[in-house]
């Protein structure tokens, strides 16, 4: 059977869909390769979010191409369902598959692997049908499987077991695509409608991973808070968080990134009630300028997002809050820009991811007057990091002398102390233990210091026997 190895780009969403197609592909026999470099078959899954996402999906395919010449590359993803003839034309590129026919790839491989031809309902599309008209695409294009992507129905699943955490905290997808339509945002026409795994399927994978023995699940979706509103009959994000807790031992649950309006009193009060709902919201804010976030296409303004962040810190003060910011949007001005940085440093966010505005073809915003100039971008990109590294020490250092429950993760033996264990805490926070302690394991520390990079922390509690390490870890 063939060998494969799948290389993974951009969002936890991406990173579910490569896990899913792994799972398939092992299934039906074939093996992991070590990495790309040895393996048959390399599956390059992309993302599509930025122009530089796009960058370094090209030149990992040229680099993997390089050094691996007889691979079959098969591009998949949300780069190969926007632009198919970007990839199709590059050198190495086998084929071609768009997120419309990414459950196909373990049968594209076994049907390469054996000379068989794919069924009928998956024909390969010659690239000039999806080039604009008049134009040549050039004869040595890869085939492309590829289609309505508003046509899907179903969610792939499969938990990523790798990525943050390193195999100690699995994230799960349950929800895909999404019905919005943020000006600047291509990921509605490359991940389709939005659609929600069923309750009893999202049940019995989190039982089965608790089973196995993780002890934290992340639940993913590109738009988390909109699970259930497609079932019939519908279910409410909140309603599905209680019945997991109801009908699984799951110890920690975590969730990614939810739409700010989709953070009501009624979830942040479930997650104030159970120890089991990691204190951690992460809500995309993109700018605190209303006239930008009208442009934009967001469905709030920044009064609605402070009231949210107000809810949280009301009810849970120790809570990791984190947002998404986007800066360089077409036509934001010096008092927008102004404006966003008042905004997060009078509300208490415990991190920030900042990304720079690019242009995405086929979005609105893309074809919006008023352009910034690149070194505008980048400059506003400085002083919004600064801000937020400065947000994020003073959350840090305000956790000096407090006891918190931590997980711990996989010890890094290439780190400067390779018998620190890595843990992370329920409100997002990775913390160093000076000892060496088994990955998975819940324990409570003391953080003993912040020396501006790292939090150091005290066991409250270990016990030790043998080679193996603990056999319990306790409060005192």
């Not at 019939?232 to 309006?261: A, C, H, K």
């Not at 843990?423 to 302690?437: F, G, K, R």
Request: glycine letters at 6%; charged letters at 20%.
């Amino acid at each position: 059977m063939p060998t494969f190895h799948i290389e993974q780009f951009g969002c936890r969403a991406t990173q579910a869909d490569g896990a899913a197609v792994e799972r398939q592909l092992r299934l039906q026999g074939c093996s992991v390769a070590l990495d790309s470099s040895t393996a048959e078959f390399v599956v390059i899954n992309t993302c599509t979010v930025t122009a530089a996402a796009d960058t370094q999906a090209r030149d990992a395919i040229r680099k993997i191409h390089a050094a691996n010449p007889q691979a079959r590359i098969i591009v998949t993803g949300c780069y190969a369902q926007r632009a198919p003839e970007d990839l199709a034309s590059l050198p190495g590129v086998s084929y071609v598959v768009g997120n419309s026919h990414k459950p196909q790839i373990p049968s594209l491989v076994l049907s390469i692997q054996s000379n068989s031809s794919m069924s009928s309902n998956s024909k390969f599309l010659p690239l000039s049908l999806l080039k604009p008209a008049g134009t040549i695409a050039p004869p040595s294009a890869a085939p492309t499987l590829w289609g309505d992507i508003f046509a899907l129905s179903d969610v792939l699943v499969a938990p990523v077991l790798g990525g943050e955490g390193n195999h100690t905290r699995p994230t799960l997808k349950i929800q895909d695509g999404c019905n919005s339509r943020c000006s600047f945002c291509v990921i509605p026409f490359v991940r389709g409608k939005s659609r929600s795994l069923p309750v009893a399927t999202v049940v019995s994978e989190i039982e089965r991973l608790s089973d196995s023995g993780y002890k934290e699940i992340v639940l993913s979706g590109i738009n988390l808070g909109a699970y259930g509103r497609d079932l019939s009959p519908r279910v409410e994000f909140p309603d599905l968080l209680r019945q997991i807790l109801e009908e699984t031992n799951i110890e920690r649950l975590r969730i990614s990134s939810i739409e700010p309006l989709d953070v009501t009193r009624d979830l942040v009060a479930l997650f104030a009630a159970s120890d089991r709902l990691a204190a951690h919201f992460h809500m995309p804010l993109q700018s605190a300028s209303n006239p930008i976030l009208a442009a934009m296409h967001r469905w709030y303004r920044s009064e609605h997002y402070a009231r949210r962040v107000e809810f949280i810190h009301e009810l849970l003060p120790l809570a990791a809050i984190g947002a998404d910011v986007i800066t360089g949007f077409p036509g934001e001005t010096e008092e927008d820009h102004s404006t966003t940085l008042r905004f997060i440093e009078s509300l208490p966010f415990t991190y920030l991811h900042i990304f720079s505005y690019s242009k995405r073809p086929g979005t609105k915003a893309a074809t919006l007057p008023n352009q910034l100039a690149g070194s505008v971008i980048r400059r506003r990109a400085r002083e919004l990091r600064a801000l937020a590294e400065h947000k994020s020490a003073e959350f840090r250092a305000k956790q000096i002398g407090r006891e918190l429950r931590v997980l711990t993760l996989r010890r890094d033996p290439s780190s400067s102390d390779p018998e620190a264990t890595p843990a992370i805490s329920e409100n997002y926070l990775t913390v160093q233990i000076p000892v060496a302690v088994p990955p998975n394991q819940f324990l409570w520390v003391t953080i003993t210091d912040f020396n501006g990079k790292n939090l150091l922390a005290s066991p409250l509690e270990l016990r030790f026997t043998g080679a193996e390490g603990v056999v319990s870890l306790e409060r005192a």
